[in-house]
């Protein structure tokens, strides 16, 4: 009989839902890889304004006591493995699960660019298969008309639009990530990264002699606004079998 997956893997939430301050960073507890060969540490943050909130890090450290206060770069090598979630005024954070656009009066040959795909606003007939919407009603019509050139052009997202707002996601679930690009004018154009992820993957051969745990920090940068951060932890391919978890009845497990 095939194991279920809480009987091979441990897994944990080292960080939940914690909101992040400017320039102040916050690290998990150790968690211990003596019984466990590999540990997959996984951030998502949520609401990071692109033109403002900038140098978001996120890194995995080896440590032999719990409280990670002997935290070191894993391995004592240099740098210890790291994700940057950079911003800049004219870009999303790279490979994002969702991004929302804020269109504020957009005005004729403005553009930005999706996943490759540039889609340019025109004072006049359109063209869906030139990628071009239509500018000439209020914010709302104009996100309308975004979110149509959006779904012709890239048929693996799927966008739609309230208030003047164009929400931007994968399809189909987990499968598709949003890269924004070139904008012409962010402020007719407002990028908000609404949730992206990252993962680092640790194998227990890798930590250092006397180093048996691991633990994981996020780092930002200028904070503008309420950015939520939390960080769960899986640890596999275990000597034993992981303690019990609590786990809910299930016809289909």
Do not use: W
Request: charged share 20%.
């Amino acid at each position: 009989m095939n194991k279920r997956l809480y009987e091979i893997n441990k897994i944990d939430t080292p960080l939940p839902a914690a909101a992040l301050v400017g320039g102040a960073a916050q690290t998990t507890r150790a968690y211990e890889l003596g019984k466990y060969r590999k540990a997959l540490f996984s951030v998502r943050l949520r609401n990071i304004d692109t033109l403002l909130d900038d140098n978001l890090t996120f890194e995995v450290f080896e440590a032999s006591d719990i409280a990670a206060a002997t935290a070191q770069n894993v391995g004592g090598a240099a740098p210890t493995p790291t994700v940057n979630f950079v911003t800049a005024v004219d870009a999303c954070v790279a490979d994002a699960n969702i991004v929302q656009l804020t269109l504020v009066t957009v005005g004729a040959t403005e553009n930005v660019t999706i996943n490759g795909v540039t889609f340019t606003a025109v004072n006049g007939p359109t063209v869906l298969a030139d990628n071009e919407f239509d500018m000439r009603g209020d914010d709302t019509a104009d996100a309308v008309e975004l979110v149509a050139c959006i779904n012709n052009a890239l048929p693996n997202l799927i966008a739609t639009s309230l208030a003047g707002a164009v929400t931007i996601q994968s399809r189909e679930p987990g499968v598709e990530t949003i890269t924004v690009t070139d904008i012409s004018d962010n402020t007719d154009i407002v990028p908000v990264t609404v949730e992206v992820v990252g993962n680092i993957e640790v194998d227990a051969s890798a930590l250092s002699a006397g180093f048996d745990r691991v633990c994981a920090r996020i780092t930002p940068g200028a904070v503008a606004t309420a950015i939520t951060c939390d960080i769960s932890l899986v640890r596999g391919a275990g000597r034993y079998a992981p303690p019990g978890q609590q786990e809910g009845g299930s016809a289909f497990r």
